[in-house]
């Protein structure tokens, strides 16, 4: 009898898990829309939907040669210290540095920055540099690793290491890493946008103003030429210009660029907990409070969103993969399919969860569909472009029967995959996205920020980053026990 | 392509060269935060020709952000909210307040409330607020935070957080102004100033929102600057500035603010913020 309820398989068995926990999460955490009467907001996003207007001309270019610059100093930064670190990745103590550093999101470091230099490029470029020489880091090593493991029985015994770089690892890896590089630049155009959102003058500068005064034209415009940027990133952004670019982008950012020493000492003493600062202070007096006020709080919610996003964006993510993938529709269904899942995924979380924000109110909710959106959107891709590698008979069964019976069951694997990696992606998402007002993580180291609070938000960092480490080697236990592949599938788009 | 963005790059950097030699200042108007640079660079302009000195003007996204500019020395004069430049004076020692708008020596939030709330104007805080939904505007606001939950917690005896089913902060007061017109919250504090504003642009339909109690007067708004500046542009250069504000009568210059004039201030005119703000768990 338990049989027929309780899948035996272990696939099942794990995905009912996530699937009943999404759900007690989905009753037990805060959950509504609040807004009475949110249409006329929407008639107002609908009406600036389909007027699109741009700012001057010269505060635009600027905005996008900021947002560039950032973003390609800090991948090119992160791309030479991912390399240096990813020779050294057998060593636990480089791993555990890399899994911290890409622990923190993006905008976090930069709240943390913009305490040291200020707004200036510094801060921009070292928010997105710091985070990806983690990520990089351990890219380039799985891949090297890959290619070694390959290489290793054809190798003579006596062989350096440097020979053996250069001679069979180096030329095999070259092109992977220039593509995750690539990739990388991508992402690193979407974190300089968001870095916006906290006060850097980059496009999500324009963006937030144009969102709070409620300026809908002004956003689209702006998600436009976002969007323009992100689509012809294989056309302007190759790596033939890169030395060019990267000067340029030196020269362009230098002159804003300074940093005072003694900085680093009042860092040092804000970061440091305030009971340790004073005298006749206890710890325990102040350490309760924010635990129980703050870091729970937050770590709950965060934990609600994010297992219920994940769950959703699988789901969307099964829903959306035929969209692209050749085995369904026609050219034209495709590509229109094509085009709205580079849209749905190249929008910020943090965009789409403002938007929905205005229109629901205040609750989770903008929050976990902002998530599930997003990331649905790139396991739909992934799995879309994955399913193309399958060979179907020409006599293969049609329409909704060949999803369910041919195509569904053979990508099941590498849908997975693509899934349990976002795991951590999501959680860290869901702790960032506090900062638009939900009270995950987000939302407290916002307010310690706020009030200058330095000591409370490196707590609140240091917790979100355990998260998100606890959830990573979950994420790895999880495929493990399915037999999934524990190494990163590259994700390229 | 490539050769356009370098020649481009060129052009901005040279720009933004000068900016480290200029004296710097930010300024955050309390509603339409659009179109800043047109709006403040006639302010600068204005500066300039007063102080015999380049004068550059940058936008600001946040108070915390402004606070930290300031401190880095990357803004020399800025126009802070009343608690903000409580917190930029107490975090860059030597900086002092030099003048505020004319408005700011009696300044007042509104409290409104959606129409399904029933809650009609009142001269105190009614009890009919426990259990409402609640927004603030900025969390460092002088007039959409500090001062609003002041006399919550004064007139009602207990937290915000007892007294209200859900509490969030809108980041600015035109924000605050939407959400509560479209009833994602049932009560709001905000700016009186952005409130009159929006309601002479019709931005505001009263049958929707309207006003139920107005808190009592309190200072805000203000011009903080560096200590440092006589010994970066010469001995007087405060008091040069701080003439040049006072002396700014020009209609369309003001309105970028949006003041009548700035009158005097000093540092201890803002003692009462600083007290609240610490009441209230805001400042250490």
Known sequence: MLDKIIPVSKTGRVLSGFGLLALLCWISGDITITTATPGAEFQRMLAGLLHPQWPSLNELIHAILQTISYALLGVALAAVGGFLLSLLFHLRLVRVVCASLRAVHELFWGLLLIQLFGLQPLTGLLAIAIPYTGILAKIYAEIRQEAQQRHKPYLPAQCTALSRFFYTDWPFIKTDFAHYTLYRFECGLRSGTILGFIGLPTLGFQLETAFMQGHYADV?????????????????????????????????????????????????????????????????????????????????????????????????????????????????????????????????????????????????????????????AIIGHLTGRHSNNIQLRPDSAQGVNRYSYEITPRIMNQFLVFTF????????????????????????????????????????????????????????????????????????? | MPRILIILALTFSISTFSLAQSFVFTAIPDNDETRLIQRFSKVADYLSEKLDVEVKYIPVKSYPAAVTAFRHKQVQLAWFGGLTGVQARRLTPGATAIAQGYEDKKFKSYFIAHSSANLTKSEQLPQALFGKTMIFGSKSSTSGRLMPELFLRRQLQVTPDEIFSRIGFSGNHSRTIALVQSGAYQVGAVNYQVWEQELAEGKIDRSKVDIFWITPEYPDYHWTVRGDLDRQWGKGFTKKLRRALLELKDPELLAAFPRSSFIPASDNDYDLLEVSAKAIGLLD
Request: charged share 10%; proline share 5%; aromatic share 14%.
């Open chain 1, 220 to 376: 689209t415009g702006l998600l436009l030429v976002f969007y323009g940027l992100i689509a012809t990133i294989h056309w302007w952004g190759q790596f033939k210009f890169w030395s060019l670019y990267l000067t340029a982008a030196l020269y362009y950012l230098w002159p804003g660029m300074s940093f005072n020493v003694n900085d680093i000492g009042w860092l040092l003493e804000q970061i440091t907990p305030a009971p340790w600062r004073e005298i006749n202070s206890s710890f325990s007096t102040w350490f309760y409070p924010i635990v129980s006020q703050q870091l729970l709080p937050g770590l709950w919610n965060t934990l609600v969103t994010g297992q219920i996003a994940l769950v959703l964006s699988a789901l969307l993510g099964l829903v959306l993969y035929p969209l692209l993938s050749n085995h369904f529709g026609n050219p034209i269904t495709r590509w229109t399919g094509h085009l709205s899942l580079v849209i749905l995924r190249s929008t910020p979380e943090l965009i789409l969860g403002f938007a929905l924000l205005l229109l629901w109110g205040p609750s989770l909710l903008p929050a976990i569909v902002a998530l599930a959106i997003h990331n649905g």
């Open chain 1, 421 to 493: 990696y976002r795991w951590e992606v999501i959680m860290r998402e869901s702790a960032l996205l506090g900062i638009l007002g939900l009270h995950t993580l987000g939302f407290f180291i916002d307010s310690a920020f706020e009030s200058f609070r330095l000591d409370v938000a490196l707590i609140l960092i240091i917790a979100s980053a355990l998260l998100n480490i606890g959830v990573d080697s979950a994420g790895r236990i999880v495929r493990q026990y399915l037999h999934l592949p524990t190494h990163r599938v590259i994700e390229r788009s």
